[in-house]
Protein backbone atom coordinates (compact mmCIF):
# COMPACT_ATOMS: atom_id res chain seq x y z
CA UNK A 1 0.00 0.00 0.00
CA UNK A 2 2.78 2.47 0.97
CA UNK A 3 4.30 1.89 -2.82
CA UNK A 4 0.60 2.80 -4.00
CA UNK A 5 0.44 6.07 -1.88
CA UNK A 6 3.78 6.94 -2.26
CA UNK A 7 3.83 8.60 -5.44
CA UNK A 8 0.24 10.13 -5.24
CA UNK A 9 2.10 12.37 -1.95
CA UNK A 10 5.40 13.24 -3.92
CA UNK A 11 3.05 14.42 -6.68
CA UNK A 12 1.31 17.01 -3.88
CA UNK A 13 4.73 18.72 -3.18
CA UNK A 14 4.23 21.75 -0.86
CA UNK A 15 1.36 20.13 0.63
CA UNK A 16 0.71 17.80 4.16
CA UNK A 17 -0.74 14.84 3.42
CA UNK A 18 -3.28 12.96 5.60
CA UNK A 19 -1.78 9.82 4.17
CA UNK A 20 -4.94 7.05 3.57
CA UNK A 21 -7.52 7.19 6.65
CA UNK A 22 -9.70 4.02 6.58
CA UNK A 23 -10.92 1.67 8.95
CA UNK A 24 -9.18 -1.73 8.29
CA UNK A 25 -11.10 -3.51 10.81
CA UNK A 26 -13.26 -5.96 7.97
CA UNK A 27 -15.26 -6.58 10.75
CA UNK A 28 -18.26 -4.62 12.23
CA UNK A 29 -18.60 -1.20 10.34
CA UNK A 30 -16.65 -2.19 7.17
CA UNK A 31 -17.47 -0.30 4.17
CA UNK A 32 -13.94 0.09 2.21
CA UNK A 33 -14.05 3.36 2.21
CA UNK A 34 -10.86 5.35 2.22
CA UNK A 35 -9.90 9.33 1.80
CA UNK A 36 -6.59 10.71 1.41
CA UNK A 37 -6.67 14.93 2.49
CA UNK A 38 -3.78 17.42 1.44
CA UNK A 39 -3.20 20.92 3.21
CA UNK A 40 -1.15 23.74 2.05
CA UNK A 41 1.91 23.14 4.26
CA UNK A 42 2.17 27.46 4.84
CA UNK A 43 -1.59 26.60 6.65
CA UNK A 44 -0.77 23.31 8.89
CA UNK A 45 -0.21 25.43 11.81
CA UNK A 46 -3.75 26.61 11.32
CA UNK A 47 -5.60 23.11 10.71
CA UNK A 48 -6.54 20.83 13.39
CA UNK A 49 -7.69 17.10 12.99
CA UNK A 50 -10.55 15.28 15.15
CA UNK A 51 -9.53 12.79 16.66
CA UNK A 52 -12.75 10.05 17.50
CA UNK A 53 -11.29 8.02 19.80
CA UNK A 54 -10.18 10.75 22.10
CA UNK A 55 -12.39 13.10 21.56
CA UNK A 56 -10.53 16.17 20.89
CA UNK A 57 -8.86 18.36 18.07
CA UNK A 58 -5.26 17.79 17.07
CA UNK A 59 -2.86 19.18 15.61
CA UNK A 60 -1.55 17.99 12.10
CA UNK A 61 1.72 15.77 13.07
CA UNK A 62 3.81 15.08 10.45
CA UNK A 63 3.42 11.10 11.66
CA UNK A 64 -0.19 11.37 10.68
CA UNK A 65 0.36 11.48 7.22
CA UNK A 66 2.62 8.45 7.11
CA UNK A 67 -0.05 6.75 9.08
CA UNK A 68 -3.59 4.80 8.27
CA UNK A 69 -5.49 5.53 11.92
CA UNK A 70 -8.92 5.04 12.14
CA UNK A 71 -9.03 7.13 15.23
CA UNK A 72 -8.75 10.27 12.73
CA UNK A 73 -12.10 8.81 10.69
CA UNK A 74 -15.55 7.41 11.30
CA UNK A 75 -17.55 4.63 9.54
CA UNK A 76 -20.63 3.04 9.18
CA UNK A 77 -22.48 1.36 7.12
CA UNK A 78 -26.01 1.90 6.11
CA UNK A 79 -28.44 -0.13 8.59
CA UNK A 80 -30.54 -3.14 7.57
CA UNK A 81 -28.16 -4.33 4.68
CA UNK A 82 -25.48 -6.70 4.44
CA UNK A 83 -23.70 -4.66 1.91
CA UNK A 84 -20.83 -2.78 2.73
CA UNK A 85 -22.16 0.89 0.96
CA UNK A 86 -21.95 3.50 3.47
CA UNK A 87 -19.99 6.86 4.70
CA UNK A 88 -16.92 7.80 6.23
CA UNK A 89 -16.57 11.12 8.09
CA UNK A 90 -13.53 12.90 9.34
CA UNK A 91 -13.94 16.80 11.18
CA UNK A 92 -11.47 19.47 10.41
CA UNK A 93 -10.80 22.69 12.14
CA UNK A 94 -9.07 25.91 11.03
CA UNK A 95 -8.61 29.58 12.45
CA UNK A 96 -7.37 30.55 16.05
CA UNK A 97 -8.64 29.50 18.74
CA UNK A 98 -11.96 27.52 18.40
CA UNK A 99 -11.86 28.69 14.86
CA UNK A 100 -14.31 27.22 12.15
CA UNK A 101 -15.54 23.33 12.15
CA UNK A 102 -16.27 21.20 8.44
CA UNK A 103 -17.09 17.91 8.20
CA UNK A 104 -16.65 16.13 4.90
CA UNK A 105 -18.29 13.04 4.74
CA UNK A 106 -17.45 11.13 1.87
CA UNK A 107 -20.27 8.70 0.90
CA UNK A 108 -20.74 5.55 -1.36
CA UNK A 109 -24.33 5.23 -1.81
CA UNK A 110 -26.40 1.83 -3.32
CA UNK A 111 -25.68 0.73 -7.44
CA UNK A 112 -28.73 -0.82 -9.83
CA UNK A 113 -27.76 -4.49 -9.33
CA UNK A 114 -30.27 -5.08 -12.40
CA UNK A 115 -31.85 -2.71 -15.50
CA UNK A 116 -34.73 -5.16 -15.24
CA UNK A 117 -35.53 -4.54 -12.05
CA UNK A 118 -34.85 -0.85 -12.36
CA UNK A 119 -37.24 -0.79 -15.17
CA UNK A 120 -39.97 -2.21 -13.02
CA UNK A 121 -41.10 1.13 -11.38
CA UNK A 122 -40.38 5.07 -11.05
CA UNK A 123 -38.76 6.02 -9.03
CA UNK A 124 -36.97 2.45 -9.05
CA UNK A 125 -36.42 0.33 -5.49
CA UNK A 126 -32.83 1.29 -5.70
CA UNK A 127 -33.47 5.01 -5.97
CA UNK A 128 -35.72 5.10 -3.06
CA UNK A 129 -33.14 2.94 -1.14
CA UNK A 130 -30.27 5.61 -2.02
CA UNK A 131 -32.63 8.54 -1.09
CA UNK A 132 -33.31 6.44 2.15
CA UNK A 133 -29.69 6.20 2.75
CA UNK A 134 -28.60 9.60 2.03
CA UNK A 135 -31.41 10.69 4.71
CA UNK A 136 -29.87 8.86 6.76
CA UNK A 137 -26.29 10.59 6.58
CA UNK A 138 -27.17 13.46 7.30
CA UNK A 139 -29.47 12.55 10.30
CA UNK A 140 -26.16 9.93 11.58
CA UNK A 141 -23.68 13.16 10.99
CA UNK A 142 -26.38 15.64 12.37
CA UNK A 143 -26.05 17.81 9.10
CA UNK A 144 -28.26 21.30 9.89
CA UNK A 145 -28.61 24.40 8.08
CA UNK A 146 -25.42 25.85 10.34
CA UNK A 147 -23.01 23.42 10.26
CA UNK A 148 -20.47 23.04 7.66
CA UNK A 149 -20.78 19.87 6.06
CA UNK A 150 -19.41 18.93 2.68
CA UNK A 151 -20.46 15.24 1.23
CA UNK A 152 -18.55 13.83 -1.71
CA UNK A 153 -18.36 10.90 -2.91
CA UNK A 154 -19.92 8.19 -5.03
CA UNK A 155 -23.54 8.53 -5.12
CA UNK A 156 -24.42 6.50 -7.78
CA UNK A 157 -26.92 8.25 -9.72
CA UNK A 158 -28.82 6.45 -12.64
CA UNK A 159 -31.47 7.75 -15.09
CA UNK A 160 -35.28 7.36 -14.14
CA UNK A 161 -34.97 3.81 -16.36
CA UNK A 162 -38.87 3.05 -16.47
CA UNK A 163 -39.47 6.42 -17.51
CA UNK A 164 -36.60 6.61 -20.22
CA UNK A 165 -37.55 3.24 -21.73
CA UNK A 166 -41.11 3.90 -21.52
CA UNK A 167 -40.56 6.92 -23.70
CA UNK A 168 -38.32 5.05 -26.00
CA UNK A 169 -40.51 2.29 -26.54
CA UNK A 170 -43.63 4.72 -27.57
CA UNK A 171 -44.05 5.49 -30.56
CA UNK A 172 -45.83 8.74 -31.26
CA UNK A 173 -42.14 9.75 -29.82
CA UNK A 174 -40.56 8.29 -32.91
CA UNK A 175 -43.32 9.27 -35.92
CA UNK A 176 -41.00 11.35 -37.44
CA UNK A 177 -37.67 9.26 -37.55
CA UNK A 178 -39.14 6.19 -38.06
CA UNK A 179 -40.69 2.88 -36.81
CA UNK A 180 -40.14 2.61 -33.01
CA UNK A 181 -36.96 0.46 -32.05
CA UNK A 182 -36.01 -2.16 -30.45
CA UNK A 183 -34.41 -1.84 -27.30
CA UNK A 184 -32.38 -4.95 -25.62
CA UNK A 185 -32.77 -4.57 -22.06
CA UNK A 186 -30.93 -7.00 -19.38
CA UNK A 187 -29.57 -7.30 -15.92
CA UNK A 188 -26.63 -5.95 -16.86
CA UNK A 189 -27.30 -4.80 -20.24
CA UNK A 190 -29.01 -1.51 -21.87
CA UNK A 191 -28.84 -1.59 -25.49
CA UNK A 192 -30.60 0.91 -28.15
CA UNK A 193 -30.56 -0.32 -32.05
CA UNK A 194 -30.67 3.56 -33.07
CA UNK A 195 -27.95 5.10 -30.67
CA UNK A 196 -27.36 7.47 -33.54
CA UNK A 197 -30.56 9.02 -32.95
CA UNK A 198 -29.11 11.05 -29.92
CA UNK A 199 -26.62 13.52 -32.14
CA UNK A 200 -29.91 14.33 -34.56
CA UNK A 201 -30.79 18.24 -33.68
CA UNK A 202 -34.58 17.45 -34.60
CA UNK A 203 -34.77 14.18 -32.16
CA UNK A 204 -33.09 16.04 -29.39
CA UNK A 205 -35.42 18.76 -29.46
CA UNK A 206 -38.25 16.50 -29.36
CA UNK A 207 -37.31 14.77 -26.22
Known amino acids: LSSLLRPICEAFEGYWSSGLLLNSDTKGEFTALGSMYFVKKELVGAMRVWNFSSTLFESLDESLGDAHLPEF???????????RKGYMRTRWQFGEDEGHTLELVNVHLYHDESNVVAAESSPSEYATAR??????VLVQCGVEDTKRTFLFGDFNFRLDLCGFSEYLRDKSNWEAFLEPSCLDLEKKKFVFAEPQLFHDKRMLAQM
Open 73 to 83: CSTARFSGTKS
Open 131 to 136: AAALED
